[in-house]
């Protein structure tokens, strides 16, 4: 029997196929500086994923979202211009810089101390609307085409809403109010303007809505239309239940506390495939916790996250990665008998001093069986999403249990040893939300932007902002709560208008 292809093999592939196809990949992703082109301007038509024979063929048209998922790999979560878990991780009060100010690692400086504008702000826009366009080729070329297999139409344009919400998500949580491209049509790109938050929402709910009536509700193989009938399953095809998560953090975000509770309680109702992992296994791949994961695509390596955050015997590196640390706000949250900071937390001494940094991933080694993939969503962010909608709706008692099940997993329970405090199903809405902000600071620290959008939408960025940036170097600003565009975007696209402040 031949081997089941493997997710990264099948992308191989479709570069392959493309070059042979004549048509080039690379082409049709928007980048703004090229030339004159405005911001969210795409070139003609022929630069299209639709040319071609691509959606002709379910191996084809599959292999063009597994595609989708290597450039989601390398980007948003990778450790480039685009990544969403360092980038706000520095904006932050989760990452101290080394050398602060005065770091060698220049482009990073602007983010550490909130001193961003127009002319130091990274350009990463430009992969996150360059996957847009991608989605929405994938989109039209899926819907027009009568060649596919229905059961694998329906799933991969499911897959497709589902990848439009998650990047606008995170446009619309750095920037506000964004441009809302839904069309390659070139006449529509030309003209549009920026979109309300409000509006950019209701899209995300729209897409992932129609994602859930869409996905399989199984995990599904690289061809995208067998399920796992045995052995372990790659959780790297979105399934109706990423959508469904990703739904019920939207809906909290929406202050739509009632539907991000129905959400995020039917994932945490779904037993049979996810369960919370012991804290060693969490990060592992495809352990029952991940909803969605991503496969490392840079060869010999496992994850990203632990390329950038795991630091070397001699401390943080003035040049290259590795350039920054936990800071001592991240470290001190921490309580005394908490198994996260323990076994998702390391540290180095160098010189008398004590480096912590992140150790979710832990696999840096070049060349080993991959045992990691990025988790994106799992289920412990479905429990606090819960326990946060559940109390801002005045069930506050449930909503306690909820982090109580939270920090029960990450206490100690040896005979004898001293367990994390079970906190109180009477106390006041006010410190329950409080309680919320602190269990979300120490589970989901370093990942995928948590803190920096959980002290911004929970209204406590000023407060925290104002001295944790001072301390950095910087002055604070409540306009720094969301990020600048970047200059030539502005100067290509009169239509663009620069956020306040910068």
């Known amino acids: 029997m031949k081997k089941q292809l493997s ?3 099948f992308n ?3 570069k392959v196929i493309f070059k042979k196809n004549n048509i080039l990949y690379a082409a049709l992703l928007f980048i703004p ?3 004159c082109k405005k911001f969210v301007e795409i070139g003609a038509p022929v630069t299209s994923i639709n040319s071609g024979n691509v959606y002709q063929t379910d191996f084809t048209a599959a292999a063009v979202l597994t595609g989708i998922y290597t450039d989601l790999s390398e980007g948003l979560s990778g450790s480039g211009l685009a990544s969403m878990t360092l980038l706000p991780a520095l904006s932050s009060d989760e990452l101290t810089l080394f050398g602060g100010v005065t770091s060698s690692a220049k482009l990073y400086i602007p983010y550490y101390t909130n001193s961003l504008n127009s002319s130091n702000v990274l350009r990463h826009t430009a992969p996150i609307y360059s996957t847009i366009y991608t989605i929405n080729s994938a989109i039209e070329g899926i819907t027009g085409s009568n060649k596919l297999t229905p059961i694998l139409k329906q799933q991969l344009l499911g897959e497709a809403k589902f990848m439009r919400g998650f990047c606008y998500f995170y446009m ?4 506000g109010d964004v441009p809302l491209v839904l069309t390659t049509n070139y006449k529509i790109n030309s003209v549009i303007t920026k979109s309300s938050k409000n509006v950019v929402y209701a899209q995300i709910i729209t897409d992932l809505k129609d994602a859930q009536n869409l996905l399989s509700d199984q995990y599904l193989k690289a061809d995208a ?9 790659e959780r790297v095809r979105p399934t109706k239940w990423a959508a469904t998560a990703l739904l019920a953090r939207v809906y909290l975000y929406d202050k739509k506390w009632s539907d991000a509770e129905r959400e995020s309680t039917s994932v945490i109702n779904n037993s049979s495939l996810f369960q919370l992992t012991d804290l060693a296994n969490t990060f592992l791949k495809n352990n029952k916790e991940s909803i969605w994961q991503l496969q490392p695509v840079t060869k010999g390596y496992n994850t990203e996250a632990a390329r950038l955050f795991v630091l070397p015997s001699s401390g943080p590196t003035a040049v290259g990665n590795r350039n920054f640390y936990l800071s001592k706000y991240l470290i001190d949250s921490f309580e005394s008998n908490d198994l996260r900071a323990k076994l998702w937390v390391n540290s180095i001494a160098v010189k008398g001093t004590t480096y912590y940094y992140s150790f979710k991933y ?3 080694a070049q060349n080993v069986e991959v045992s990691e993939y990025t988790v994106v969503l799992r289920l412990a962010e479905q429990y606090l999403i819960r326990a946060e909608a559940r109390i ?3 069930n506050i008692g449930n909503g306690i249990a909820d982090l109580n099940i939270i920090r029960n997993r990450a206490s100690d329970q040896n005979p004898g040893a001293i367990q994390l405090i079970q906190l109180s199903t009477t106390l006041n809405k006010g410190d329950a939300l409080k309680a919320v902000l602190h269990e979300r600071q120490v589970e989901l620290f370093i990942e995928w932007g948590h803190r920096w959008f959980d002290l911004k939408r929970m209204g406590y960025a000023n407060g925290v902002m104002d001295v944790v940036t001072k301390e950095k170097g910087g002055t604070w600003n409540t306009n ?12 290509y696209d009169p239509n663009l208008v620069q956020n306040s402040g910068y």
């Open 225 to 233: 239309m067998a399920a796992y009938t045995s052995g372990v399953e």
């Open 12 to 14: 191989l592939v479709l």
């Open 33 to 35: 500086l090229i030339g």
């Open 480 to 491: 720094w709560q969301l990020y600048p565009f970047y200059i030539d975007e502005l100067r």
């Open 7 to 9: 997710h990264v093999k």
């Open 362 to 364: 832990k696999v840096i």
């Open 172 to 175: 619309t949580e750095l920037y």
């Open 392 to 394: 801002q709706n005045g």
